[in-house]
Structures are given as C-alpha cells and as structure tokens.
Nanobody, 126 residues
Framework: QVQLVESGGGLVQAGGSLRLSCAAS????????MGWFRQAPGKARDFVAA????????YYADSVKGRFTISRDNAKNTVYLQLNSLKPEDTAVYYC???????????????????WGQGTQVTVSS
C-alpha cells in the first residue's frame, strides 16, 4: 500500500505563491508518473500537472502553464508543485496522485491514477 501525504496549502493573496509537497511512503514506492489535480466546490476534479518519475517529462493544464511548476525528488520520494502568480480561480483542494503505468496519452486523465492523497486546501483571496 502506498500512502501520499500533501502539505503546503494555505491562504494567499492574488499574485502570491505557494509550494505544495507530496510525500510518498509505504511499501517499496514505485510509480511511473505523479500528478496534481484540483477540485473546486461543486466542480469536477481537474488535471493540473504531471511528471514522469524517471524521465522528468512534465505536462500542464493550459490554465496553469507558465505559472505552476511540477518537480520531483526521487531520493525523497516527493513531488512538488510550485504555484506562482496565483489567481482567485486557483482556489481548490489540490490532490496528489500516482500511477503505475505511464502513458502520455492518458497522463491528464484522473481515472488512470492508482492512488491518491487526502488533499490540501489552497485559497486565493482577491
């Protein structure tokens, strides 16, 4: 069983920054790719960013491209999401997810992710 624990959420003013972390633990951690998704109240859980665990290739939603950066530390089994130039519409619960299979065609599809963290709240005030 793999556990994912997110941290780093909080309240920030528009234009500000946050750094989210997702630490993986449990049985020998093995993940082909890691992703971040977010869910605002009353809305679906949407793709934000993903990274290939070995390749380091990154993928972003158009709405965050140029503002958010995903990265990983293989030695620490941790993935990060740097959020810059935050906007009120970025307010959501942010979830970390991992998957055993890496397919660039489905990297943005939440249904292909095998395990999820509990989420961390990001609130951006105007």
């Amino acid at each position: 069983q793999v556990q994912l624990v997110e941290s780093g959420g909080g309240l920030v003013q528009a234009g500000g920054s946050l750094r989210l972390s997702c630490a993986a633990s449990g049985r020998t951690f093995s993940s082909a790719a890691m992703g971040w998704f977010r869910q605002a109240p009353g809305k679906a859980r949407d793709f934000v960013a993903a990274i290939g665990w070995s390749s380091g290739s990154t993928y972003y939603a158009d709405s965050v491209k140029g503002r958010f950066t995903i990265s990983r530390d293989n030695a620490k089994n941790t993935v990060y999401l740097q959020l810059n130039s935050l906007k009120p519409e970025d307010t959501a619960v942010y979830y970390c997810a991992g998957r055993q299979e890496y397919n660039i065609l489905t990297v943005r599809d939440r249904s292909f992710y095998d395990y999820w963290g509990q989420g961390t709240q990001v609130t951006v005030s105007s």
